[in-house]
């Protein structure tokens, strides 16, 4: 197993960490809808810029068709399909349920990568990957005690929203699979941030489409005038599909997709501490003792 892989994916997670935090923010000012084509468009401003400074082009016109192509559906299946369901399950069911759905991705994102990339994994690999869910699952099913203030919420675990939850969670799978198989060519490796760059331009014309069709113009219009919102959607772009998901393309390069897929489901437990120290949240000894038993299992990956 690749230290350097390792050392990317978990990069990876702090960078999402971080930008859930600026996405937070700025969705509960104006929305999650207008944030996310808000983030697609300030990502793709990053990436022209950055690939126009490094290369001297704001495109990467010298990728073959084929990575266009599965790259392109890499972007519609992982960030248009996959966040709108998952923004749909969260709704439905929760952050907590949602969230342990979503997680499934790293065992069902090995299972397609074993079948159609002829990747194998070894069995503490696959006890590692189980182990790392079961300490995720551990902190996502922490329920938070009522108060005297403050009733606990009950929800209705829906077909709509179980059904919302499983397809965000293939949408995250296939995408992270796509996303490899583009990304892998004759000559070598592709450039990670020229194809998350071909992603965001595939989910940018999806989200122009589906704002179109359902006619969301005006709640973007409005969030563009919310300058706090445009400031945290943009840092969350810069950290999430900028650089974030770079970093995961990067990672994929070093390791199979389910060892990627199961470190970047870490996120839940990194959030942990912004909880405790930003939110003022209480934590159990229940999640700790789940974050313990994620980062065990982590660690069973590098074996």
Request: aromatic share 12%; glycine share 8%; net charge positive.
């Amino acid at each position: 197993m690749s230290v350097t892989g390792i050392a990317i994916a978990i990069g990876t997670v702090f960078c999402w960490t971080l930008s859930v935090q600026f996405f937070e923010a700025a969705s509960k000012r104006v929305g999650p809808l207008a944030v996310n084509i808000i983030r697609m468009a300030a990502a793709l401003l990053f990436f022209s810029v950055f690939l126009l400074i490094r290369d001297g082009s704001p495109l990467p016109l010298d990728f073959p068709p084929r990575a266009w192509i599965l790259l392109g559906l890499s972007g519609t299946v992982g960030f248009f399909i996959g966040d709108i369901f998952l923004f749909k399950a969260l709704v439905e069911l929760g952050p907590r349920l949602a969230m342990l759905l979503h997680s499934l991705a790293a065992p069902t994102a090995a299972i397609i990568g074993w079948i159609f990339l002829d990747e194998n994994y070894m069995f503490h690999q696959w006890l590692g990957i189980a182990i790392t869910l079961s300490g995720v699952a551990l902190v996502i099913l922490e329920r938070n005690t009522a108060t005297p203030h403050r009733e606990r919420i009950k929800r209705n675990i829906t077909v709509a929203g179980v059904a919302s939850g499983l397809l965000a969670m293939f949408g995250q799978a296939f995408g992270m699979v796509l996303s490899k198989a583009g990304m892998q060519h004759d000559s070598g490796y592709l450039d990670p941030f020229s194809a998350t760059q071909i992603r965001v331009i595939a989910a940018s014309i999806c989200f122009l489409l589906f704002f179109t069709a359902t006619r969301r113009w005006v709640n973007v219009k409005s969030a563009l005038e919310d300058r706090k919102a445009i400031f945290h959607t943009s840092a969350g772009a810069f950290l999430g599909p900028f650089l974030g998901v770079s970093l995961a393309l990067l990672a994929l390069h070093y390791l199979s997709t389910g060892v990627a897929s199961t470190i970047f489901s870490l996120v839940p437990i990194c959030i942990i501490p912004f909880s405790v120290f930003l939110h003022r949240e209480e934590v159990s000894l229940r999640a700790i003792a789940g974050a313990c038993i994620a980062v065990f299992g982590v660690g069973m990956l590098t074996f």
